[in-house]
């Protein structure tokens, strides 16, 4: 296969053909509810196929298990066989010359999304100039870059809502803010200061890029008691582009697929919250982003009872995928690969 040149203001580089891997792993099996016995079936045939071409709002990546033998350690990063996975998050501690055969390597794996977190960069000693250059080189490579803005680990409880402004407005400047996260995790915080968080960033972005919202396993909204989940959504409309999903990494892929199911069913235009659409064009996209990525970087077994490696990470990533519901699941950012092996 020849190389395709993707081009980024004046700079193009060429890209790494796609590499059909092994097939998956046989599909994980059909489970019941430990708490009320009710069958959790796992879906394993696409409702939709993905889009031909590379496309921003369908996701495909995996920030926590492309595997590099060889990788090195990085601070903060894991050790023993998780070591050789990748932590896109950490990209700027693996050094110039082990980023070339990251991106590469998501180049032949066929994803098209990278996510980084500039705060933990900034915590390992990494500039902002370095910061946006590392950036541009992602998108040079033919990936939609995607910006976890805030971390709980740096920022403050309540948070400075324009600490990150300049940063934000140099990286859409450079053409390299492609997705924006206001923040991992965002319930860390207070409803209060979530609705502050978002507010905020869609006012300085505007339609410039995406946004995407983080929360902590298997929530998909964040609101005062007196508020319900429509009224958080209602008040995203025009905002919030949708939600990366975290499933917890203890349940079964039957589980997996049953929320998925259950947030698909919420968050529809019609659906049980009573939605629109995203009042950005489209409906409220939801992206199974996050299966099982502490059991891998634990080196730990998932629900199912199979060591979390990448192989396992691409299976649940394909078959939340398949997850039935009145909208369909727009991508995975954990791993996903079909079933022959060739890319999704």
């Given at each position: ?210 946004i995407m919202i983080h929360f902590y396993p298997h929530y ?125």
């Amino acid at each position: 296969m020849s190389h395709v040149l993707y081009f980024t203001g004046e700079t193009a580089r060429p890209r790494a053909p796609l590499t059909p891997r092994t097939p998956l792993p046989p599909f994980d099996p059909d489970t019941t509810d430990p708490d009320t016995g009710a069958p959790l079936p796992v879906w394993t045939t696409l409702r939709e196929q993905p889009p031909a071409k590379a496309d921003v709002s369908w996701w495909r990546g995996d920030a926590w298990g492309v595997t590099i033998p060889g990788l090195p350690f990085v601070n903060g990063g894991a050790s023993g066989p998780a070591q050789d996975r990748v932590l896109t998050y950490f990209l700027g501690r693996y050094g110039r010359d082990w980023e070339e055969k990251i991106l590469e390597q998501h180049q032949r794996n066929g994803y098209t999304h990278i996510s980084l977190s500039p705060q933990d960069e900034f915590a390992n000693g990494m500039s902002e100039d370095a910061y946006v250059a590392m950036a541009t080189r992602c998108k040079q490579a033919g990936l939609f870059v995607h910006h976890l803005m805030r971390s709980k680990l740096y920022t403050g409880n309540p948070p400075d809502l324009g600490a990150a402004d300049a940063l934000i407005n140099r990286l859409l400047a450079a053409g390299v803010l492609d997705v924006e996260t206001p923040a991992w995790e965002m319930n860390y915080w207070s409803p209060e200061d979530v609705r502050a968080m978002i507010d905020h960033d869609a006012a300085l972005i505007g339609m410039r890029c995406r946004i995407m919202i983080h929360f902590y396993p298997h929530y998909i909204s964040w609101q005062p008691n007196d508020q319900t989940p429509t009224d958080f959504w209602q008040a995203n409309y025009g905002k919030v582009d949708g939600v990366l999903y975290q499933c917890d990494p203890g349940w079964s892929a039957g589980m997996m697929n049953a929320r998925a199911n259950d947030c698909l069913d919420r968050l529809a235009p019609g659906g049980l919250w009573g939605l629109g659409d995203s009042g950005r064009g489209h409906p409220i996209d939801f992206t199974v982003w996050e299966t099982i990525a502490t059991k891998q970087f634990n080196n730990d077994v998932d629900g199912d009872g199979r060591l979390a490696d990448e192989d396992i990470g691409n299976l649940k990533g394909y078959e939340c995928t398949c997850s039935p519901g009145r909208m369909t699941v727009k991508g995975f950012g954990n791993g996903g690969r079909r079933p022959d092996g060739t890319a999704l």
